[in-house]
């Protein structure tokens, strides 16, 4: 794992590994917008490794796309494990019975061997206006030259876990869609107990809703704490926190949570990078008079977490927080070279070089 960026002492900060660009195709909503005018493509590809995004959007893409009219003559389903070519060919080129359309869905198609997307290249090249395809998938290989035709005649939508930063907009997205509101700092909670999976943001979602009152609308941040408080786990985000406010007792019982859950010990050491590196970038816009509204545009935080970010950065002079980023990159050395026997021993050290820092 490679955490650190080049910075220099100038003020910058370290920071996490900048993202690769994500693709721009059309967003789920924009296809569902075009699905229910009636503006049908001939070709669909829905693949990325958000798994529960995806699996709601195939569902509802099938039940559009599918006639309703003999729908059990008209939509067939195969599977690359047990694709045959020639047989879905035949079956893309019948006329459908009794309705204007057909559907075929390859369920998998990341499991495709080459030979077997050569043989569906023909099938592309020369659509069928009565019939649609639809194919699903996890790991596309967009290089190949039928995912990619697939995305120039059709349209190929992406499922992709959101990053950090973008969790409270699909929060947001996603209690819209069950006709609800989110109080702002219950979407900030949120983030901070569960993380970007959307799976358990939606499954912690449905208790929440449970837990509400019948006839009750918003989800309010008391019902957020009140049912995650139970049962929820240590999380990258709290583990970060209580090492950035130098609570040492509390990160060494966190992080001893966190890695008995069987997480990442990867994970958290970025994570916490990332924390340092913004209380760095705090204390030059702070110095530079930055408001903490700004700080929190400029940085991409919650106003609801942004007085704690702050209140940390007051506290460790600019000295005390680029030694707290040799330490991270000491046991970032440290976890890559010494093997998995060490890692509780590198991270217990790594919490008290942390915590002992003298504030500024």
């Not at 995305?151 to 992709?160: D, Y």
């Not at 509400?212 to 609308?217: A, I, K, N, S, Y």
């Not at 942004?306 to 460790?316: E, F, H, L, P, V």
Request: include cysteine.
């Amino acid at each position: 794992m490679q955490i650190f960026a080049r910075s220099d002492r100038t003020g910058k900060a370290l920071s996490v590994n900048s993202k690769k660009s994500r693709s721009r195709g059309p967003s789920p909503e924009q296809i569902r917008t075009q699905v229910e005018k009636g503006q049908l493509a001939p070709f669909y590809l829905v693949y990325g490794l958000e798994e529960y995004g995806r699996t709601a959007f195939v569902r509802w893409l099938m039940d559009k796309l599918a006639p309703q009219q003999a729908r059990e003559f008209n939509m067939d389903v195969f599977r690359a494990a047990q694709f045959d070519s020639l047989d879905m060919l035949q079956i893309y080129e019948s006329y459908p019975m009794m309705a204007e359309r057909r559907l075929v869905v390859l369920q998998d198609c990341d499991g495709l061997a080459p030979e077997q997307c050569k043989a569906l290249e023909t099938l592309i090249d020369r659509p069928v206006e009565t019939s649609c395809l639809l194919l699903v998938g996890a790991k596309v290989d967009m290089r190949r030259r039928l995912f990619q035709q697939v995305g120039k005649l059709g349209q190929a939508i992406e499922f992709r876990p959101p990053y950090d930063r973008e969790v409270p907009e699909w929060i947001g997205a996603q209690v819209r869609s069950m006709g609800l509101s989110i109080e702002s700092a219950a979407v900030d909670l949120l983030r901070m107990y569960v993380g970007n999976n959307p799976r358990e943001l939606v499954s912690e979602l449905e208790k929440v809703t449970t837990f509400m009152g019948e006839g009750e609308t918003a989800i309010t941040r008391q019902a957020v704490e009140t049912v995650t408080s139970v049962s929820r786990q240590v999380n990258v985000f709290e583990l970060a926190d209580a090492v950035g406010a130098r609570k040492a007792h509390i990160a060494l019982s966190l992080l001893n949570r966190y890695l008995d859950q069987g997480e990442d010990v990867n994970r958290a050491l970025a994570m916490i990078v990332r924390h340092f590196s913004l209380l760095l970038k705090i204390r030059v816009h702070a110095e530079n008079g930055a408001s903490k509204e700004e700080m929190a545009r400029l940085l991409g935080i919650s106003p609801f977490f942004m007085s704690s970010y702050i209140d940390q950065a007051k506290r460790q002079n600019v000295g005390a927080l680029w030694r707290s980023m040799g330490f991270l990159r000491q046991a970032d050395w440290q976890l890559r070279s010494l093997g998995r026997r060490q890692e509780r021993a590198v991270m217990d050290r790594l919490m008290v070089n942390l915590c002992a820092r003298s504030p500024g």
